[in-house]
């Protein structure tokens, strides 16, 4: 018995997220912390002991505005996933673009949150925009070639970028 094309598809993406977390997981890539040490990339999840996360202070209402900001990120990245997994590599490339990459700098207030950001968190999110802009343009490509697995690590690349910036960072 031979399975839908979207069953197909939902089933070999979650099989490479699931093989992309746990390469980013055991990954020896260098990310910086705050105060510019390296750390390997296994540790960003968590920051080792003794080495907490860098405070990032903004006032009340950016800070507000910049959780809900990336809150709004996580259920994007939900939304993609769910057009991938139907296949619908158009709208995930849409979604991506318009929520995450850098067309969305705008509407999400950027240039307001930067002067209030350390040089090493405003690099990290430039990265991520730049990777969800990226991940969009794979994600089209997806559509006319079908390589759902180009699209994926592209996707794991503005994973890897929240992780790191969340891992080295925090809002006070």
């Known amino acids: ?49 003794g080495q907490a996360r860098t405070p990032v202070r903004f006032p009340g209402p950016l800070r507000e505005h910049t959780l809900a900001n990336m809150r709004d990120h996580l259920a994007a990245l939900g939304e993609i996933q769910e057009a991938l997994a139907r296949s619908d590599f158009d709208a995930a490339g849409r979604l991506a673009e318009q929520r995450l990459g850098m067309s969305s700098l705008t ?11 350390p040089a090493g968190m405003q690099t990290m999110g430039t990265d991520m925009h730049h990777a969800a802009s990226q991940f969009a343009v794979a994600a089209q490509d997806a559509a006319v070639t079908g390589d759902l697995g180009r699209a994926l690590a592209a996707l794991a690349r503005v994973n890897r970028t929240c992780v790191a910036c969340h891992a080295a960072y925090r809002l006070e």
């Open 1 to 49: 018995m031979q399975m839908p094309r979207t069953l197909t598809s939902l089933l070999a993406a979650l099989a490479v997220l699931a093989a992309v977390s746990a390469w980013a997981a055991d990954e020896a890539a260098v990310m910086h912390h705050g105060d510019h040490h390296a750390m390997p990339a296994a540790q960003a999840v968590a920051a080792p002991a």
């Open 107 to 117: 509407a999400h207030g950027a240039h307001d949150v930067a002067p209030f950001m």
